[in-house]
């Protein structure tokens, strides 16, 4: 299979995609892989798979590459003398801003390229932890009660000690805090900020079990990976995750009961259905006091969590065979000819 990894971009998880980025190269040995990199100033680059090294692009390496360019259905090579082509499906592989926010998504609609990722509206809900909430109150999957606090205003908390800090809408536990007492807020919220003007307050979960769960709909089917329950200590922090996302080795599945599985994958699909459709996904959930939360959303999971899956490179076939269409409104001017011809014009 022919596909097209779309990678970089600019965000505070940059480096993380091109982690993922190497790491598929390895997975997905069998396809016929193209490498598209997006730098931090949007320019998009040609990468050789010999040369998808991380100091490729440390050393600013990258910049050597070819120039790409976007034409309706494919991005393109141009030269003095030619023109060459990039239209396969695009993996959307841009962890964070970018990639998860929706502005790739618009991009590779308005150019009609075909692609494996979030559309723009599943975007909105999974990208900000405020809308995240906001959507499973509308479609009745229970989350971690939330306070939401906005950058230079006066914050009355009321969550009781201890809690959690998160900015809204970044991902990889970047600016996370466990804030045990009122004296380490200050400090809590000030890092959170660094990130976003819009933190999320949780209350900490203590002996909280946690299962990840991915999945994909393919050929009029729910296609679910393995639970995982991550080994964790007070809360998987970014240099735990960081390593999820150049895992490729599967990891042992979860010992759960058949029961939570099935509220498991319910939930998941509640999630899923009518919104992420194109787009393999991982949903982190809480169970506490035999009530399953959802955590969070992600809407482009670390190495696309090839490691929850028996067969990965069947997965994404699958999946690119069964990607939605949008159809575009045919331009006729017909409302505007028909009023030239009652004016005479």
């Not at 998009?44 to 309706?72: C, D, N, R």
């Not at 606090?149 to 998160?166: A, D, L, M, R, V």
């Not at 090839?306 to 994404?316: G, K, Q, R």
């Amino acid at each position: 299979m022919k596909l097209t990894i779309l990678f970089g971009g600019a965000s505070f998880e940059h480096e993380i995609s091109i982690v993922s980025a190497i790491t598929l190269k390895e997975k997905l040995a069998n396809f016929d892989l193209t490498f598209i990199f997006c730098d931090g100033d949007h320019t998009f680059y040609l990468i050789k798979s010999s040369k998808m090294k991380a100091i490729t692009f440390s050393k600013g390496e990258h910049k050597k590459m070819p120039i790409l360019t976007l034409e309706q259905g494919a991005f393109i090579q141009k030269s003095m003398f030619s023109k060459n082509e990039y239209n396969s499906v695009v993996l959307n592989l841009i962890h964070g801003a970018d990639g998860e926010d929706g502005t790739i998504a618009a991009l590779l609609d308005f150019y009609s390229i075909k692609y494996i990722g979030p559309r723009i509206d599943a975007c909105t809900f999974s990208y900000d932890k405020r809308y995240t909430k906001y959507l499973c109150e509308a479609i009745g999957v229970k989350s971690v009660k939330y306070e939401v606090i906005h950058k230079n205003e006066h914050c009355n908390i009321q969550t009781p000690y201890p809690i959690i800090i998160k900015p809204s809408s970044l991902g990889s536990s970047i600016g996370v805090s466990i804030v045990k007492d009122e004296s380490e807020l200050d400090y809590a919220l000030d890092v959170a900020f660094e990130f976003d003007s819009t933190v999320i307050v949780e209350p900490f979960l203590e002996g909280v079990k946690e299962y990840n769960l991915a999945g994909y709909y393919a050929n009029k089917t729910m296609h679910f990976s393995i639970i995982e329950e991550p080994q964790k200590e007070e809360f998987l922090d970014f240099e735990k995750k960081y390593m999820d996302f150049s895992r490729s080795e599967q990891v042992n599945e979860a010992k759960v009961s058949k029961e939570l599985t099935l509220r498991l994958q319910t939930n998941f699909e509640k999630v899923y259905r009518n919104l992420f459709e194109g787009a393999l996904i991982r949903c982190d959930f809480f169970v506490f006091h035999n009530e399953v939360l959802l955590n969070e959303i992600n809407p482009i999971p670390g190495s696309m969590a090839n490691y929850l899956f028996e067969d990965f490179e069947e997965s994404l076939e699958a999946l690119a065979a069964s990607l939605p269409h949008s159809k575009r409104p045919k331009v006729t001017y017909e409302y505007i000819h028909s009023i030239s011809q009652a004016k005479g014009k």
